[in-house]
């Protein structure tokens, strides 16, 4: 019998994947709207960097998953907020980033990474989670939705 996805903390050693798999999203979203999100020449660098330097911090949330030889393809980042009354909202568990290896989307990588990434800072104390989803990305939003997430602000953006 399987066991399942393999979710687990991410370590050091698994930065130079990780960072990889961050790239992608960032080129992603920038393909999704190019004036609205960023555009970086290498991104891969500032994550490996941004994630080296919270690894350790309990208000962060950094999972890795890994396929059945234990290679790296997928990753989570989450962290604790404080209220914010820019926000309008109390403390809550943020979930940044979710990506899984387009070579194995489909196998509950996704939805193993989404379930652990949200558990942790409800384990804190966190009473929601909240997320950000480009409106196109609608393979991702049923993701979420099917995990019980629900639509509760829609962001509008104009340019100058
Ligand atoms: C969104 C994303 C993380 C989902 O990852 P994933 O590993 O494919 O997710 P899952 O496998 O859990 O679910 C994906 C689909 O596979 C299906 N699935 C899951 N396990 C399955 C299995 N064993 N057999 C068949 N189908 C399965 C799910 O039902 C789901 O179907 P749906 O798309 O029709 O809802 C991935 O598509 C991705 O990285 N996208 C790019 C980055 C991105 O958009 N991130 C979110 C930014 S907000």
């Known amino acids: 019998m399987s066991d399942g996805p393999r979710v687990r ?68 980042y989450a962290r604790l907020e404080p209220r914010s009354y820019d926000e309008l909202r109390e403390a809550c568990g943020k979930l940044h980033d979710v990506y899984v290896d387009d070579r194995v989307r489909g196998r509950g990588l996704g939805e193993a990474l989404v379930r652990e990434a949200v558990a942790r800072p409800a384990a804190r104390g966190a009473p929601r989670v909240l997320l950000l989803t480009a409106v196109q990305n609608e393979q991702a939003q049923r993701l979420f939705a099917r995990l019980g997430f629900r639509t509760t602000m829609l962001e509008m953006t104009r340019e100058s």
């Open 9 to 76: 903390a991410m370590a050091a050693a698994d930065l130079d994947a990780v960072s990889r798999l961050a790239g992608f999203l960032v080129r992603l979203h920038h393909a999704f709207d190019p004036q609205r999100f960023l555009h970086l020449r290498s991104p891969e660098s500032g994550y490996a960097r941004y994630f080296a330097s919270v690894l350790d911090d309990p208000e962060v949330v950094l999972l890795v998953a890994e396929d059945d030889g234990g290679a790296v393809v997928g990753y989570a």
